[in-house]
Nanobody, 118 residues
Framework: QVQLVESGGGLVQPGGSLSVSCAAS????????MDWYRQAPGQQRELVAR???????TYADSVKGRFTISRENGKNTVYLQMTSLKPEDTAVYYC????????????WGQGTQVTVSS
């Protein structure tokens, strides 16, 4: 019943910028946390950024100062603004929605490809 759809991925040159978004639909509790994860080929999925419904943010050290996560709670939409992109940022970026203390109730999008290459 809950669906997350990512969009905005694409090809960008090193040093460039790109924004991705994730729109969640369905029955969603207002108090939630939305994350951006990424997964490169042969790598494990890693947390890139996290934002609570209260606006508290968390970033991976590798993206601090370059990426900004934000959300529009009324629309259940989360954004990731990426700047100063590096080739190592190349990955499929996934949106994740979850609830603290409620195990087994979380949702993933299908991902959007971000490729950083000259």
């Amino acid at each position: 019943q809950v669906q997350l759809v990512e969009s905005g991925g694409g090809l960008v040159q090193p040093g460039g910028s790109l924004s991705v978004s994730c729109a969640a639909s369905g029955s969603i509790f207002a108090i939630n946390t939305m994350d951006w994860y990424r997964q490169a080929p042969g790598q494990q999925r890693e947390l890139v950024a996290r934002i609570t419904s209260g606006g508290t943010t968390t970033y991976a050290d590798s993206v601090k100062g370059r990426f900004t996560i934000s959300r529009e709670n009324g629309k259940n939409t989360v954004y990731l603004q990426m700047t100063s992109l590096k080739p190592e940022d190349t990955a499929v970026y996934y949106c994740h929605l979850w609830y603290l203390g409620i195990e087994g109730l979380d949702y993933w999008g299908q991902g959007t490809q971000v490729t950083v290459s000259s």
